[in-house]
């Protein structure tokens, strides 16, 4: 491993934490103990993973809104499945079917090696893109020429527009908050760090154009349909092309199966290794993701009647921020300004981050440097995440700092922490240079990732000893 960091690009956040995640090939529930300590990491896997138990539930209820839409347009009698369920249940039962499809649907996805798990992508890279291209082209094509699509402008102005676009790039920024953190997931199992590296292209160009697509799709339903229907399903439900309709519900669901192994069950598994990792292995942790995510926190009882408890889950990237920030800050894009770059010089022990008495232990497990920083970052943030859950209660003009939550805890906690970092070092987390452990595990065993799961952890214990 190089001791040198003058080949990352530290352009993105989501680049950074790759980097350390390709160079080190160790998942963020183990990375993030060398930042947060040894014990003190176990709130930052806790969270993700309950968080994403809980986003691969509401995302499969998603994906199956998907398969009733294909299902649809096989067979139109789909519409007229007679409901069975009580009103209560807060789902219908042909609602019901759909799910529980997807759910299956998904099922041998969970099986396959993180290391092959690609071959989804790639499908998903050619597909999603074409369909929604072709829903772009359909709008343009349906909307009369005599209208235009850029003649509405915003009804704000003034210090009201000012907010409204901050609050807009912090959401948009916000939707990076969790790949920013799952990333080294991923890139660990990548052959080279600069593998990555095309995340800096691709990344911008398909979130700019799925923005684009959904904001012309979206002016195009209105124009035809009188309403504006953001929700690209409820759209296709009105379409009465049947193939048409399939299609796109097809990419649809596609996408979101990608979302969910990625963003969730394999998150979730990692985590979960992490916690139990004589009795969990990657494949365990997903099936476990998938059963409590999937069925014990009824999402369809979640989007009925706790649409408080989304907005929290939503609001929870102020949380994400700080998690991402001390991980891997960016104070600019020319400077990379992190635990691992600067203030350690790309020079850690792999080893000791799986030793809750070694380097990384600092104070009783916990590095108060990072404690400080997300103590001074996320409260303020709390009373407009209040208010937004509950519009009842008024915070006034503190609400707007929720509104740039992301942006706020995340450069609030990354000056904080970088600060403490240098002004306090903790000395015996300094190397001369990096240890990585890589001896202990063979060419073989590295190119096995689907069997190595499990041995990563047994191998990893060993290289502590």
């Not at 208010?387 to 706020?408: A, F, R």
Request: proline fraction near 5%; include cysteine; hydrophobic fraction near 45%.
């Amino acid at each position: 491993m190089p001791n040198k960091c003058a080949e990352i690009h530290p352009f993105a956040v989501v680049v950074l934490n790759g980097t350390i995640g390709a160079r080190l090939h160790i998942s963020f529930s183990v990375l993030n103990r060398s930042s947060f300590g040894f014990w003190f990491s176990y709130f930052t896997v806790i969270s993700r993973a309950v968080l994403a138990m809980f986003w691969f539930g509401i995302q499969t209820y998603t994906g199956s809104q998907c398969v009733y839409q294909m299902l649809k347009a096989i067979w139109p009698s789909t519409a007229r499945i007679p409901n069975h369920l009580s009103e209560s249940a807060n789902i219908t039962t042909s609602g019901m079917i759909c799910y529980l499809l997807y759910w299956l649907v998904q099922l041998p996805f969970l099986f396959v090696s993180p290391t092959k798990i690609r071959h989804l992508f790639t499908a998903k890279s050619i597909i999603v893109p074409a369909t929604w291209l072709a829903i772009l082209t359909w709008s343009l094509v349906k909307v009369p020429t005599t209208v235009s699509l850029a003649q509405k402008h915003a009804s704000v102005s003034g210090s009201a527009l000012a907010w409204a676009f901050l609050s807009s790039l912090n959401s948009a920024l916000g939707s990076y908050s969790t790949l920013s953190v799952n990333i080294p997931d991923f890139t660990r199992y990548a052959k080279h760090p600069r593998s990555q590296y095309i995340q800096l292209i691709i990344i911008p160009i398909l979130f700019t154009l799925a923005g684009f697509i959904g904001i012309v799709v979206t002016y195009a339903g209105e124009v035809l349909y009188g309403s504006t229907i953001w929700n690209p399903l409820d759209m296709i439900d009105l379409w009465d092309n049947r193939a048409a309709a399939f299609f796109a519900a097809f990419s649809f669901s596609l996408a979101t199966l990608g979302t969910n192994i990625s963003a969730n069950t394999l998150s979730a598994a990692n985590d979960l290794t992490a916690l139990w990792p004589r009795n969990i292995n990657i494949r365990r942790g997903q099936i476990i993701c998938a059963i409590i995510g999937g069925w014990a926190i009824c999402p369809w009882e979640i989007l009925a009647s706790a649409p408080g408890f989304l907005t929290f889950m939503g609001g929870y990237t102020v949380f994400l921020g700080p998690f991402a920030a001390i991980m891997a800050r960016a104070l600019s894009p020319s400077l990379a300004c992190e635990y691992y770059y600067l203030i350690h010089n790309c020079k850690v022990d792999v080893p000791a981050m799986y030793d809750p008495h070694g380097r990384y232990k600092y104070w009783n497990g916990i590095n108060w440097r990072a404690l400080v920083a997300m103590l001074c970052a996320t409260p303020v943030t709390l009373p407009g995440l209040a208010e937004t859950i509950n519009p009842s209660i008024s915070v006034g003009k503190v609400s707007h700092i929720y509104d740039i939550g992301w942006l706020y805890s995340f450069f609030c906690s990354a000056i904080i922490y970088g600060t403490l970092s240098y002004a306090f070092p903790a000395q015996e987390t300094y190397l001369a240079t990096a240890t990585t452990g890589d001896y202990v595990l063979s060419a073989e065993d590295r190119s096995d990732g689907a069997s190595t799961d499990e041995k990563n952890v047994q191998t990893d214990v060993i290289a502590s000893v």
